[in-house]
């Protein structure tokens, strides 16, 4: 954890060497003091973990962005009658059918001419994008 300014009432603890703060339910502990080369590997590490953790927000925003074209190209070619020969239709075919056919087992729709697990798919992909991304984007630029 970063060091904070010890601004705040807090309690000594003799046995573990450090002081712990309590405000707005949060419990901060400011180690022992270390030598200065020990911060600064403390402080690089955290610096690596928080960009490799902004790095994983990054890629899995593509990766969601990306599979959420997939789904829509999949849907609108669903409307026609395309080839099931043609490579490009059996890649879609494999990459979305078994996500689909999860969404149409777990939620069990109507039977109704309308497919709308498409559309129940992207809905999560947006909500993985808007909670899970941000998150880990807030997590990282804390961590650094």
Known sequence: MRERSATRAGTA???AGATTFTADCEVVLIDAPC???QRERKEFRMFVLGNFIAALAGVLD???TIYMWIV????V???????P???IVRFLYSVTEPVFSF???VLPLPAMAIDLSPIIVI???VFIQQFVVRTLYQIAMRVQ
């Open 85 to 87: 020969y043609n490579p």
């Open 77 to 83: 070619i669903s409307w026609v009658s395309p080839d």
């Open 103 to 105: 969404v149409r087992r």
């Open 35 to 37: 030598s200065g080369a």
């Open 13 to 15: 603890d003799p046995t």
């Open 123 to 125: 809905l999560a992909i």
């Open 62 to 64: 593509v990766v969601l």
């Open 72 to 75: 829509i190209i999949a849907a």
